[in-house]
């Protein structure tokens, strides 16, 4: 504490001297002795009240848009200032108002980078506050038993593939995860691993929404894409729209009666879904809600409590949109292909997710290993938000991976203070293929290809489509703009017309007046091109459609044609170029209730492992081909295998199985807590079981 205060005072006095509207002696000129004492004793004021007042500040402002509080930090920092200037017996010391706020935010940031350093410099000091930090959680926890066995800590690197992460592993970009694996870096000897990797296969619809749903809560059933029609509620249901998500995990309750992953003791940060937990941060599915116990963005409080990360986080948060900025500057001055559009309000949304969702998710992290919690569940979309518009390869995505390691190693050295062990799983939802965009590529969107099929008129300028990322719906809620309806024009300006979605490279084809899924037949009656142009365009890699004679076929160029049912990995037919697994994941979509009239899956290459994205993404992910599909999980050895050597990890709910295994070998959850399934699904009913 003296320390920081001494830099505190060094860097008031530098300050003084540099900015002219800043002074601290009286007018008529005061010794060097006054000055310091009063530079000490503005410091001093200035620390106090960021200590004492600051928290208070931020609790008030609670309900403030999370992006705008963000903005006020400085303006309050600077407030705080002023009062310390004032309050001081002296009196001499002066500042302009917007003077007096770069002067707070350079004595936050110092001070913060002081402490911070000391503290790792000294162990035991460190281990004392962490220690500290943690009995104080553990004196306001309400009725919380003692920490009993190891907890669980599963974080979701969203969008990372197993392809990107040996990639990163092997150009020590992630030195982290290396030593986990027992990867030597820096020339240092071969450590010993602590971890196993292992890859896994997602369903068709490869994207968070379907895959943290059947992970969270074991089922992913009837999820189809990331954005389809209901026909029944004339509908577009989008996975990151905050009432759909809570739709979905309800949805997911009633069918499982498991309220989820995290139903004993567990906390939710960053997700989609609560996965059952009581503690929630930054979760779409509970957004709109505004309970006092469980509203989702009182994790924000948490950390902007501390001005010092406020203003850390503020500044990172403008660092990386000047950063944004120049790679998109660069890469149109190279002409770099392929490319999409970065303008607009993409920079602040990219610093969002880079910044501040990953600030706010790492310090809840944090916090609940100090508070002891049996299981957390943390997903940070960092790179996947970079990745679809730079490209999952690109130096971009590469630099973003570097700074989700570092978040890595700050979470592990808490972990060795908690009040309990930690076992540390890293995994990710799905991967990215890059390619280029189908518009990119042949002048018209998915949407018009469909109107033309249906001989209905094709305008000549293209709609642009909306990226699914899940960072845009993150910004809306902590924005508290109305994402119930965000601006997609899905519907059609007659019944009759068809609607296109788009989920990077599946596309879902739905006539809303026809109350029922069409048939091959019947779309053949109305539309005799429809089929025969999608399935023979070379942007297509086949098309699913149910069919009166087979119940279900596959459609591919040149008249290719294969029932569902007897698609196999031995005879994939127009599926062949996709992969192993590809047979089984459309036979389990093609059941499920909301699937659409028209399913259509976009050209792969295998040899290049490129896609053709139906939306604005070099990055993409949301159906078949190439590494979107193949995510990873990394485990402790101190855990059970995932699989069997001869086995194969297939699909978001045997993932959750998996994870539900591990949580009962930790002394976990063993009996899920049973959930009125009438309820939105947020809270356990009376009397529900706990191990």
Same mark, same amino acid.
Request: charge should be neutral; hydrophobic fraction near 40%.
């Given at each position: 504490?003296?320390?920081?205060?001494?830099?505190?005072?060094?860097?008031?006095?530098?300050?003084?001297?540099?900015?002219?509207?800043?002074?601290?002696?009286?007018?008529?000129?005061?010794?060097?002795?006054?000055?310091?004492?009063?530079?000490?004793?503005?410091?001093?004021?200035?620390?106090?009240?960021?200590?004492?007042?600051?928290?208070?500040?931020?609790?008030?402002?609670?309900?403030?848009?999370?992006?705008?509080?963000?903005?006020?930090?400085?303006?309050?920092?600077?407030?705080?200032?002023?009062?310390?200037?004032?309050?001081?017996?002296?009196?001499?010391?002066?500042?302009?108002?917007?003077?007096?706020?770069?002067?707070?935010?350079?004595?936050?940031?110092?001070?913060?980078?002081?402490?911070?350093?000391?503290?790792?410099?000294?162990?035991?000091?460190?281990?004392?506050?962490?220690?500290?930090?943690?009995?104080?959680?553990?004196?306001?926890?309400?009725?919380?038993?003692?920490?009993?066995?190891?907890?669980?800590?599963?974080?979701?690197?969203?969008?990372?593939?197993?392809?990107?992460?040996?990639?990163?592993?092997?150009?020590?970009?992630?030195?982290?995860?290396?030593?986990?694996?027992?990867?030597?870096?820096?020339?240092?000897?071969?450590?010993?691993?602590?971890?196993?990797?292992?890859?896994?296969?997602?369903?068709?619809?490869?994207?968070?929404?379907?895959?943290?749903?059947?992970?969270?809560?074991?089922?992913?059933?009837?999820?189809?894409?990331?954005?389809?029609?209901?026909?029944?509620?004339?509908?577009?249901?989008?996975?990151?729209?905050?009432?759909?998500?809570?739709?979905?995990?309800?949805?997911?309750?009633?069918?499982?009666?498991?309220?989820?992953?995290?139903?004993?003791?567990?906390?939710?940060?960053?997700?989609?879904?609560?996965?059952?937990?009581?503690?929630?941060?930054?979760?779409?599915?509970?957004?709109?809600?505004?309970?006092?116990?469980?509203?989702?963005?009182?994790?924000?409080?948490?950390?902007?409590?501390?001005?010092?990360?406020?203003?850390?986080?503020?500044?990172?948060?403008?660092?990386?949109?000047?950063?944004?900025?120049?790679?998109?500057?660069?890469?149109?001055?190279?002409?770099?292909?392929?490319?999409?559009?970065?303008?607009?309000?993409?920079?602040?949304?990219?610093?969002?997710?880079?910044?501040?969702?990953?600030?706010?998710?790492?310090?809840?992290?944090?916090?609940?290993?100090?508070?002891?919690?049996?299981?957390?569940?943390?997903?940070?979309?960092?790179?996947?938000?970079?990745? /679809?518009?730079?490209?999952? /390869?690109?130096?971009?995505?590469?630099?973003?991976?570097?700074?989700?390691?570092?978040?890595?190693?700050?979470?592990?050295?808490?972990?060795?203070?908690?009040?309990?062990?930690?076992?540390?799983?890293?995994?990710?939802?799905?991967?990215?293929?890059?390619?280029?965009?189908?518009?990119?590529?042949?002048?018209?969107?998915?949407?018009?290809?469909?109107?033309?099929?249906?001989?209905?008129?094709?305008?000549?300028?293209?709609?642009?489509?909306?990226?699914?990322?899940?960072?845009?719906?993150?910004?809306?809620?902590?924005?508290?703009?109305?994402?119930?309806?965000?601006?997609?024009?899905?519907?059609?300006?007659?019944?009759?017309?068809?609607?296109?979605?788009?989920?990077?490279?599946?596309?879902?084809?739905?006539?809303?007046?026809?109350?029922?899924?069409?048939?091959?037949?019947?779309?053949?009656?109305?539309?005799?091109?429809?089929?025969?142009?999608?399935?023979?365009?070379?942007?297509?890699?086949?098309?699913?459609?149910?069919?009166?004679?087979?119940?279900?076929?596959?459609?591919?160029? /040149?008249?290719?044609?294969?029932?569902?049912?007897?698609?196999?990995?031995?005879?994939?037919?127009?599926?062949?170029?996709?992969?192993?697994?590809?047979?089984?994941?459309?036979?389990?979509?093609?059941?499920?209730?909301?699937?659409?009239?028209?399913?259509?899956?976009?050209?792969?290459?295998?040899?290049?492992?490129?896609?053709?994205?139906?939306?604005?993404?070099?990055?993409? /992910?949301?159906?078949?081909?190439?590494?979107?599909?193949?995510?990873?999980?990394?485990?402790?050895?101190?855990?059970?295998?995932?699989?069997?050597?001869?086995?194969?990890?297939?699909?978001?709910?045997?993932?959750?199985?998996?994870?539900?295994?591990?949580?009962?070998?930790?002394?976990?959850?063993?009996?899920?807590?049973?959930?009125?399934?009438?309820?939105?699904?947020?809270?356990?009913?009376?009397?529900?079981?706990?191990?």
């Amino acid at each position: 504490m003296l320390a920081v205060w001494g830099v505190s005072t060094v860097t008031m006095l530098v300050l003084a001297g540099a900015l002219p509207d800043f002074r601290l002696q009286s007018t008529s000129g005061d010794s060097a002795t006054q000055i310091g004492v009063t530079a000490a004793l503005g410091a001093g004021a200035f620390g106090l009240l960021s200590s004492l007042v600051w928290p208070l500040l931020v609790r008030a402002l609670l309900l403030v848009p999370a992006l705008v509080l963000g903005l006020l930090v400085f303006f309050l920092n600077g407030s705080l200032l002023l009062i310390a200037l004032w309050v001081i017996p002296s009196g001499r010391g002066a500042a302009a108002p917007e003077t007096a706020v770069v002067v707070a935010a350079v004595m936050s940031a110092v001070a913060s980078a002081t402490g911070g350093a000391l503290a790792v410099r000294d162990d035991d000091a460190y281990r004392r506050r962490l220690y500290r930090l943690a009995d104080r959680r553990r004196r306001h926890a309400f009725r919380r038993p003692g920490p009993a066995g190891p907890g669980t800590l599963f974080l979701q690197l969203d969008g990372v593939g197993h392809d990107v992460l040996e990639a990163a592993i092997g150009k020590g970009l992630m030195p982290t995860v290396a030593q986990w694996l027992g990867h030597p870096s820096d020339g240092t000897p071969h450590p010993r691993p602590t971890h196993r990797l292992t890859p896994w296969r997602t369903d068709w619809s490869s994207q968070t929404g379907a895959s943290q749903l059947g992970i969270l809560h074991g089922t992913n059933h009837d999820v189809p894409a990331f954005r389809w029609y209901e026909k029944e509620s004339r509908e577009v249901v989008v996975c990151n729209r905050p009432s759909n998500a809570a739709e979905l995990q309800r949805r997911a309750i009633a069918r499982t009666g498991d309220g989820g992953l995290l139903t004993v003791d567990g906390a939710s940060r960053g997700n989609l879904f609560s996965g059952g937990a009581d503690q929630l941060a930054l979760v779409l599915s509970i957004a709109a809600r505004r309970a006092k116990q469980n509203r989702s963005r009182a994790g924000y409080f948490a950390y902007f409590s501390d001005p010092a990360n406020a203003v850390r986080t503020a500044l990172s948060f403008a660092a990386d949109v000047l950063r944004e900025i120049g790679q998109s500057s660069r890469a149109r001055l190279a002409q770099q292909r392929p490319r999409v559009k970065r303008g607009g309000l993409y920079p602040f949304i990219r610093a969002f997710a880079t910044v501040v969702e990953r600030d706010v998710v790492v310090s809840a992290v944090i916090g609940d290993m100090l508070a002891g919690r049996a299981a957390i569940y943390a997903d940070l979309v960092a790179y996947d938000e970079v990745a /679809h518009h730079s490209g999952p /390869h690109s130096r971009d995505a590469e630099k973003v991976l570097e700074r989700l390691d570092r978040s890595l190693a700050l979470i592990a050295q808490v972990a060795e203070h908690a009040p309990r062990a930690y076992r540390i799983v890293l995994l990710s939802d799905h991967g990215q293929s890059p390619g280029e965009t189908f518009l990119g590529r042949y002048g018209l969107t998915l949407g018009n290809l469909v109107r033309a099929g249906c001989g209905l008129p094709v305008p000549r300028k293209a709609q642009r489509t909306h990226s699914g990322a899940e960072a845009r719906a993150a910004v809306r809620a902590a924005l508290h703009i109305p994402v119930e309806d965000d601006g997609e024009q899905h519907r059609p300006t007659r019944r009759s017309e068809p609607i296109v979605l788009a989920s990077g490279n599946l596309g879902l084809v739905s006539f809303p007046d026809v109350p029922h899924r069409m048939s091959r037949e019947e779309i053949d009656a109305r539309h005799p091109a429809l089929l025969s142009t999608l399935a023979n365009h070379p942007g297509i890699g086949f098309v699913l459609v149910r069919s009166e004679e087979h119940g279900g076929v596959i459609l591919g160029a /040149h008249g290719a044609e294969v029932p569902v049912d007897e698609l196999t990995d031995e005879n994939p037919g127009p599926l062949a170029d996709f992969g192993p697994g590809a047979a089984d994941a459309v036979r389990r979509t093609h059941a499920f209730p909301h699937t659409a009239d028209i399913m259509v899956n976009s050209w792969y290459d295998p040899l290049e492992g490129e896609v053709l994205a139906f939306e604005e993404q070099i990055g993409s /992910h949301g159906g078949l081909g190439g590494c979107q599909a193949r995510p990873f999980l990394l485990s402790p050895l101190a855990l059970s295998a995932p699989v069997e050597d001869n086995e194969d990890l297939v699909g978001a709910e045997h993932i959750h199985r998996v994870l539900k295994r591990w949580l009962r070998e930790s002394n976990g959850p063993q009996v899920p807590l049973t959930y009125d399934t009438e309820s939105d699904g947020s809270a356990p009913q009376r009397g529900a079981e706990q191990s």
